[in-house]
């Protein structure tokens, strides 16, 4: 079974800084997707950004950007120019690409303060 | 992205009621949705997967006589608590799974509480 570690229960960061959430992951498939969902106040779940296993090339959204390491079965997540509109729980997930009916596992989520 | 409604938002029941939360996808059609539970300060633990048509598969575990799925339609799931108690009362979420990479579409959560 996979499993995804979110290792900092909190994490804070001064307003227009830069913040490095870390997640890293246990699997022996070579094909899946990993994912960062944002959880505000409002419990609303939303997806901040998505990474294919099969993708050498980090993705970014905006001030979003990842650290993929597939050998080292890492995902981090960068938050750049820090806004006071991040603070929020920050889930990790994986998703085995193998058939349309998987589930995500979710790491157990990183609180994110933003300080200004 | 994808656009998924619950009601409702939050609902109080009395010990041995049963209570029904509905999701709907509002912008296509979905042939699999997802049912997590979370409780506060914790991660979404999955209950149940919802196949359109189908019976639900249900996580180690979750009670599927409990908690009943039904998902008549490709834009219609509902979960109902049967004979609730107050250790059922926790936040439930729906989502919905689209896209490339399968991404998964929350809807905004039912706070259930049990008294």
Redesign the interface.
């Known amino acids: 079974a996979q499993t995804v570690t979110q290792s900092q229960p909190e994490m804070s960061v001064q307003e227009a800084e830069t913040v490095t959430l870390s997640c890293t992951y246990d699997t022996s498939e070579s094909d899946y997707?990993l994912?960062w969902?944002k959880q505000p106040p409002?419990?609303?779940?939303?997806?901040v950004i998505?990474q294919?296993a099969y993708k050498q090339q980090n993705a970014t959204e905006n001030r979003f950007s990842v650290n993929f390491q597939k050998a080292a079965k890492s995902f981090s997540l960068k938050i750049s120019d820090s806004q006071l509109g991040d603070a929020a729980m920050y889930?990790c997930a994986y998703?085995s690409?193998r058939n349309?009916?998987?589930?995500?596992t979710?790491?157990?989520?990183t609180r994110l303060m933003v300080k200004p | 992205g994808a656009v998924v409604s619950q009601h409702p938002s939050r609902v109080i029941c009395k010990s041995g009621t049963s209570v029904k939360i509905e999701c709907r996808s509002l912008d296509f059609q979905a042939t699999t949705m997802f049912w997590y539970r979370q409780f506060p300060k914790q991660s979404l633990m999955l209950m149940a997967t919802s196949n359109e048509g189908s019976k639900a598969t249900y996580e180690q575990g979750v009670e599927k006589d409990k908690f009943l799925i039904n998902h008549a339609s490709l834009t219609l799931s509902t979960l109902t608590v049967t004979s609730a108690h107050p250790e059922d009362s926790s936040f439930y979420i729906c989502s919905v799974q689209r896209g490339p990479s399968y991404e998964q579409y929350f809807g905004p959560g039912t706070r259930l509480t049990v008294t």
């Open positions: 997707y994912f969902y409002s419990r609303q779940m939303i997806l998505r294919e889930f998703r690409a349309a009916g998987n589930m995500l979710f790491g157990g989520g």
